[in-house]
Each structure stands twice: as C-alpha cells, then as structure tokens.
C-alpha cells in the first residue's frame, strides 16, 4: 500500500469516524427511549416506508386504537418522533370548542366511533335541567347553543322561541295575550310546531269537524277566554240559510247538536230514530205543529199532548161528555184522524136498528165504555115503566126487551094472533076490559110461555 496515501488519508477517515461516532451518539433513536428494534417498523433499503402491516400493537400501549383512531395515521396524533410525548388525553389532539364548560372528558359525549355520537350527548343532557325530546333531540347543538354559551343557559321556551312567539299570526299570541310558555299548547313531540298540544276541555272538546278549525274561525275577536259556547255563536248563518227545512219558519231550536253532529253538518235528522216514529198524516205535518214550544228533545210522545183540543171540540160524539180515554190510537189511526173504531166489529153488542142512530152518550151515560151493561133493561127501565098498553110491571112481564121488541122499531105491537092461542069471540072482548086483560096477562104469565 502506498504510505503516502495511508499517512494522508488515514487521519480523514479516523476524524470523520470519530465526528460521526459523537453526532450518533448526540442524535441516537429519532423517536427517544424505545425497547423496540429499528426493523420493527423499518426495514434496511430504506428508512420509509415503514413495513406493512406493522408488526407493532398500539393495543400493548396505554392508548389501544379503537373507532376513528385505528385508521389514522401516525403522524395525525404523533406530530413529533417521540412517541412518549404523545399525551392519551383527547384536548391534546382535539381542540375543545366548547372552552372548558364541559371540562377535559370529552367521552361523557363522544365516542372514538363517531366525534358526533348523538345517543351519548342525548343521554348527558338528560341529565341536565333540560332533557333533550322530540324535536329537541333531531336538531343541531348550535341551534339552540348559538352563542357558545352551553352551561347555565336559559331552559323556558321564549328563551329561544320568542320571535316566534311575537311573528304568529293565527291567532296573534300578541293580541290573544296568550302565555310565553309554549308548553301550555304545544308540544316537543309533534312534528308540525303548528300543531296545537292545547286542550280545549269538557266545556268546549274539539271533536271531529271542529278539531280541524283554525282558532281565528272561533275566537274573531282574540277573546279566548269569553268566547260564547252555543253553536247559534258560530252558526248563525247557517242557521237562517238554510231552506229544506226552514229552520227560522218551523221554529227549529238554536241548539244545532239536537239534529247535527260535528262529524257531519249535513246529517239529516231522522225522526224514525226516536221514540216517536213519524206515520200517516205524521209525516206531512210542520215541526212547528208539534214542536210549537221549540223543545224538540224530551216531548211527550202521547197523542193526547198534542190532540187535547181536537178531542175537548169533537161533538159526534162528544168526547168529554161520554168521558172517552185520552188515548186518541184506541179509536183513530195516524193515516186517518176519523175514528176507525166499529161497533159491531169491536164489541160484543151490535149496533142494529135504531141503536145506530143515536149517539154514544145516550147508552154511555156515565163515561163508562167497556163496563156499560148490554141488557136491554138497563137503558129501557123508564120505557118498560112507562108502558100502559098493556102495563108491563102490573103484568110483570119480562124485562128482557127483545121479546117483544126489536132494535128496528121499538113500537112494533105484540100480535097475539101469531101466538099459539090466537084470540076469538069471547077472548077478544074479555081483553077490552083493562082489569080482565090484566088478570088475563097474568094467568097467561103463569101458565103459558109467549113466544113472538
């Protein structure tokens, strides 16, 4: 070997040896104090990339990498190469935005799964003066948390909701001085905010057509609390529009729920429903006939209600000399007021002869339809008392009238011709004596049957 160039060079290479013997020394390990080998990570044709996959666990460290964290990079959390800086804390790699109020443990609200873990900020806040429901829970932290202000805020509704509040219009709250605490009409669990949580109550319920109504289409004039509750308030119009039927000309009660609903206006009112069904000459009659007080509901349903004048005028015959019962259906129907009611059909005493031509009271004397007697002596004692020709008590005849008389003429002589023992000579001229014919009649009583 050639001295010269050991004596020349020799001295370089032992000074850069020992330059860099002291710079290893000085710089030693990037990433600090490490148990772990270079080629865990690196390999020898090059310092990067590192090996894929890593051989090295982050789950052996005290900050195992779970969620978001097992797919980011190194350098994201390890922004300087040694590691053992790195904090486990999450402020040290995520800024707070919420300046402190939640103090350092951001996992009482977030997860490593998602920074935006609405179930953990949902449960947080339920425990909070103000728990998070309905719309509540579907909208943005910083709807409500505009200022940044997240602790110690207000919790009633015109906090937020005042604006609102103040631009409604139907109806005005304003006007209406309706109470800033929404809550007493809506509520967080619906999805319209118009939709109404107020309860009408036992005094007014909202039921079917009503339930749909704008509170202006009742309360006109803002007044709530005095608002009129009778239906004539609101319906008036249609109380006085309307023509089939004329509720003003038939007198028709302003109570529109005696014939409506408010599940349907235009439900016909059927009077086949009640206790009173409409028949015959019914039908055709005005409501105001029979509902000429205007109470529709609770009416007596019995003719007499309704027919006391009729029968207290009725002559043939007449109906409150003969005391006749007041229920008018025993002898007139519905289809036609003349009484149907027959004599001979409906009774166990024909009406023959000069019995149909008088009148009811002459044989009804006192009143009394069905305990009138049918013998004939009951209505004929004064005629058979007063017969001379011959004298019925003296001779003692019978008083069943109908053996000697008919209903077709009650003057028709006995004949004694067309008896069995018709009188001849001495006979005839006997029976001229008014005493022989009386002693006659008499023995004839006794001892012979006299048959018409």
């Known amino acids: ?123 947080q806040h339920a425990t909070t003066r103000f728990p998070l429901i309905g719309r509540h829970a579907l909208i943005d932290c910083q709807a409500c948390h505009s200022s940044g202000q997240l602790a110690g805020l207000e919790t009633a509704c015109a906090s937020c909701h005042l604006d609102d509040f103040n631009k409604t219009t139907d109806p005005s709250h304003t006007l209406a001085g309706f109470s800033v605490s929404c809550e007493s009409c809506h509520s967080t669990m619906i999805t319209d905010w118009k939709a109404p949580n107020f309860v009408h109550g036992e005094a007014f319920p909202l039921t079917a057509g009503h339930s749909g109504l704008r509170c202006v289409s009742c309360h006109t004039n803002m007044a709530f609390t005095s608002t009129e509750t009778a239906c004539i308030t609101c319906h008036r119009d249609d109380y006085v529009g309307v023509a089939s039927p004329n509720h003003q000309a038939n007198g028709y009660p302003e109570n529109c729920l005696e014939c409506h609903t408010t599940s349907n206006w235009d439900t016909p009112f059927d009077h086949q429903t009640t206790q009173f069904p409409l028949s015959g000459r019914h039908i055709e009659t005005n409501c105001a006939s029979c509902h000429s007080s205007g109470q529709y509901a609770g009416l007596d349903g019995h003719c007499w209600s309704c027919h006391a004048a009729d029968y207290e005028t009725t002559s043939t015959p007449d109906h409150q000399e003969i005391q006749l019962p007041h229920q008018c259906e ?30 009811c009271k002459e044989c009804h004397t006192g009143g009394s339809l069905e305990s009138t007697p049918m013998e004939c002596v009951s209505c004929h004692l004064d005629d058979y008392n007063g017969t001379t020709t011959p004298d019925h008590a003296a001779t003692q005849m019978p008083t069943t009238c109908i053996d000697c008389h008919t209903t077709e003429t009650w003057d028709q002589a006995f004949d004694h011709q067309t008896t069995s023992f018709p009188l001849t000579g001495q006979h005839v001229r006997l029976l001229a004596s008014s005493a022989t014919s009386v002693a006659c009649l008499k023995a004839l009583r006794a001892s012979v049957s006299i048959a018409i």
């Open 330 to 359: 025993g002898c007139h129907t519905a289809q036609n007021w003349d009484a149907s009611f027959d004599h001979n059909r409906d009774t166990q005493f024909e009406l023959t002869g000069g019995h149909v031509m008088i009148g």
């Open 1 to 123: 070997m050639n001295r010269k160039f050991l004596h020349t060079y020799l001295p370089v290479w032992a000074l850069c040896l020992v330059l860099a013997s002291a710079v290893l020394a000085d710089v030693g390990n990037p990433h600090g104090q490490m148990s772990l080998d270079c080629n865990k990570c690196h390999t020898v044709t090059g310092w990067s990339p590192l090996l894929s996959p890593l051989p090295f666990s982050h789950d052996s460290t005290q900050f195992p990498l779970a969620g978001r964290h097992a797919g980011s990079s190194c350098l994201s959390c390890h922004t300087s190469l040694v590691f053992a800086e790195a904090q486990p804390t999450c402020v040290a790699c995520h800024a707070d935005v919420h300046t402190g109020q939640f103090g350092n443990n951001c996992e009482k609200c977030h997860t490593a799964n998602s920074w935006d873990e609405r179930m953990g900020m949902l449960n």
